[in-house]
């Protein structure tokens, strides 16, 4: 059902078009939800989106700054940029013509100034806000599982074959085997011999997805078989392992502020659209 906010008629096909943009996310937030009442909140938060949306391109609209022609106009040149015809820009935006598309620009505009007006005026973190915020949200900060790994590589590349880098990985972990530490051993091996290949304490997601498979199934003390990568050939050692932990504040205090200066941006924005809303005529169309 369309819906009339301010008198400006609103049809349901962009609630309907709103709800398939939020639908991945939420069903997946919200996936333990009976479907029925799943899909009716689903429409319900699409409708006040819409409506939110509207209100603040008419306040926008009616008391946002001045834009000037020529901040437009090269907004327009760079979108036009990205279309090889007209006619799919046209389609794009749902408009007819480069003034109608223009038009949309310039409100656009004042609808990013009239949010960066509202950002304008939250105060910066304070420190109470920092700490309160960091001992609430500890577990966002905590970082992962790290380990103290090295290895022994022989690349796989125009200069070396891959039955070359696989025979003096392999000879290099049969001398690990009898005894030989494998700190003497890497040097003589190796492709990348920088720090005895000690790579230092990592995290997953730092490196080749096929190298954390190995390395992080390892005790500490241990040497892997040797194994293939994308690279070529490994022979891997880890020193240590360390457990996920929560840094000291003073340590992520940077990522601590940015969160709390969006999360008071947020409700800066949602009290302002509040207020719009409560000022507004809405009824159904």
């Known amino acids: 059902m369309a819906i009339i906010v301010n008198g400006q008629r609103i049809e349901d096909q962009e609630i309907r078009e709103e709800a398939e943009r939020l639908r991945p996310s939420y069903e997946r937030v919200f996936a333990d939800q009976e479907a029925g009442a799943r899909e009716a909140q689903l429409m319900d938060w699409s409708k006040e989106n819409v409506i939110e949306r509207v209100l603040l391109r008419q306040e926008a609209s009616r008391s946002g700054r001045q834009v000037p022609p020529a901040e437009v106009d090269a907004a327009f040149a760079e979108l036009k940029e990205r279309y090889e015809r007209p006619e799919d820009l046209y389609k794009e935006f749902n408009a007819d013509s480069d003034d109608s598309v223009k038009a949309m620009i310039e409100l656009q505009i004042k609808v990013e100034h009239k949010i960066d007006e509202v950002y304008s005026k939250v105060a910066e973190p304070s420190e109470v806000e920092i700490h309160d915020y960091f001992e609430q949200n500890k577990e966002r900060f905590a ?109 992520v205090k940077e990522q601590v502020v940015e969160q709390v200066r969006e999360h008071k941006r947020e409700q800066a924005l949602g009290e302002y659209l509040d207020m719009l809303r409560n000022k507004a005529t809405i009824e159904d169309g």
Not at 201 to 214: I, K, M, N, S
Not at 218 to 223: H, P
């Open 143 to 251: 970082s992962g599982e790290r380990i103290r790994v090295a290895h022994i590589v022989k690349y796989v590349n125009w200069q070396t074959d891959e039955a070359t880098a696989h025979e003096a990985v392999a000879q290099a972990h049969k001398e690990i085997a009898a005894g030989v530490p494998f700190e003497t051993v890497v040097n003589k091996y190796t492709d990348c011999a920088d720090s005895g290949g000690d790579l230092g304490y990592v995290a997953r997601g730092q490196l080749v997805e096929e190298f954390e498979d190995v390395v992080f199934n390892l005790n500490a003390g241990q040497v892997s078989d040797v194994f293939r990568t994308r690279f070529g050939f490994h022979v891997a050692k880890l020193y240590d392992r360390r457990p996920p932990a929560v840094p000291p504040l003073k340590d």
